[in-house]
């Protein structure tokens, strides 16, 4: 069965750094893109950034490109998030999510090219003023 799990989200202060972790489960994370999506309180879920099969080739959303790396291991079948300069309003639960699964799926934006059909339940990241 796939599935993914987040780990990694924390309290941190303004200006301040953290790495979310995925652990991928029930497929290979070298054959399926993979993303990284949050969601704030009272609003929508929205992709922050996805990353092919290989590593190669990434896209991020304009609210976090030059201050969030995402990457994978895909011997270890992990996804990073390297988050740096956090603000108050990336303050949410973050979710990794894979192209793996069935159904249509959710578009990351960002002009990333996949779509993206199984969730984990997600990490909080609370970033303080």
């Known amino acids: 069965q796939v599935g993914v799990v987040e780990s990694g989200g924390t309290l941190v202060e303004a200006g301040g750094s953290l790495n979310l972790s995925c652990k991928a489960s029930?497929?290979?994370?070298?054959?399926?893109?993979m993303a990284w999506f949050r969601q704030a309180p009272g609003k929508d879920r929205v992709g922050v950034a996805c990353?092919?099969?290989?590593?190669?080739?990434?896209y991020y959303a304009d609210f976090v490109r030059g201050r969030f790396t995402i990457s994978k291991d895909n011997n270890k079948n992990l996804l990073f998030l390297q988050m740096s300069g956090l603000k108050p309003e990336d303050t949410g639960m973050y979710y990794c999510?894979?192209?793996?699964?069935?159904?249509?799926?959710?578009?990351?934006?960002?002009?990333?090219?996949?779509?993206?059909?199984?969730w984990g339940q997600g990490t909080q990241v609370t970033v303080s003023t």
């Open positions: 999510a894979t192209e793996a699964g069935p159904g249509p799926g959710r578009s990351a934006g960002g002009g990333c090219p996949y779509r993206f059909r199984v």
């Open positions: 990353i092919n099969l290989s590593g190669a080739q990434v």
């Open positions: 029930g497929f290979h994370s070298a054959s399926y893109a």
